[in-house]
């Protein structure tokens, strides 16, 4: 009896080990089967999302804290109404706002044909692939040789230039961002990623982290003609 016990115990513990080893040794193959540029881009989308959810967090807090001031009386809720506002309008970028960041640098490689023209050209398509490259990354605030970048902004070519919130800016094009340095320059210098992408077609990025950056007000009008708010049934 005792030693059909044994026995089955015995069994039992060398299917477990060989279990065990086979896990181990399959885990081992699936990790060394990624790419060191897939890691990297892991890490900086887990990295954004432990930011969203900070970010999160404390809007939850400081929503708690102006409903507290708005329950005490009319002072303390006028507080919180133009605090809201204020958030607002920085989040509309209507604010000027400073902080770290990065600057972008974007120009031509030179070379020409045998007519003597430049062969290669920042067009509107480059500036766009960069802010939205940025934007992925955490960028908070954004603007264009000047131009602050809001959610109405556009960026076409007309003409010779280029035209952002239906002002003519031409080279050399500088993008601020305002967000973490490292983690924006990263997303941009990435091994394979998008400045070396933009270099193979002739397009010079340059990208300088920033202790201090400022980026102007969006000054431009903003009309809605045909979109409302929806007003839900209570």
Request: proline share 3%; net charge neutral; charged share 25%.
């Amino acid at each position: 009896m005792k030693k059909t016990l044994y026995t089955s115990i015995l069994l039992v513990s060398l299917i477990l080990g060989f279990m065990v080893a086979f896990q181990f040794r399959t885990a081992g193959r699936v990790d060394s089967g990624v790419p060191i540029d897939r890691v990297q881009l892991l890490t900086t989308e887990l990295k954004q999302l432990d930011k969203e959810y900070s970010t999160l967090l404390a809007e939850a807090y400081d929503l708690e804290q102006k409903l507290s001031k708005a329950e005490k009386g009319l002072p303390q809720a006028s507080q919180a109404v133009q605090e809201e506002l204020e958030k607002v309008r920085q989040l509309a970028g209507l604010t000027k706002m400073q902080g770290s960041g990065v600057e972008v640098t974007l120009a031509s490689i030179k070379g020409e044909n045998e007519m003597g023209e430049n062969l290669f050209t920042v067009r509107d398509e480059d500036l766009l692939r960069v802010i939205n490259e940025l934007r992925a990354a955490g960028a908070e605030a954004l603007a264009i040789n000047g131009q602050r970048i809001v959610s109405t902004s556009e960026i076409r070519l007309a003409g010779a230039f280029i035209d952002v919130n239906l002002t003519r800016i031409s080279a050399p094009f500088s993008i601020l961002a305002i967000g973490s340095p490292g983690q924006l320059e990263s997303a941009l210098i990435i091994k394979g990623g998008l400045v070396d992408t933009m270099e193979d077609w002739g397009v010079s990025v340059i990208v300088k982290k920033k202790d201090k950056i400022i980026i102007p007000a969006f000054t431009h009008r903003i009309n809605l003609e045909y979109a409302k708010p929806l007003k839900e049934a209570i």
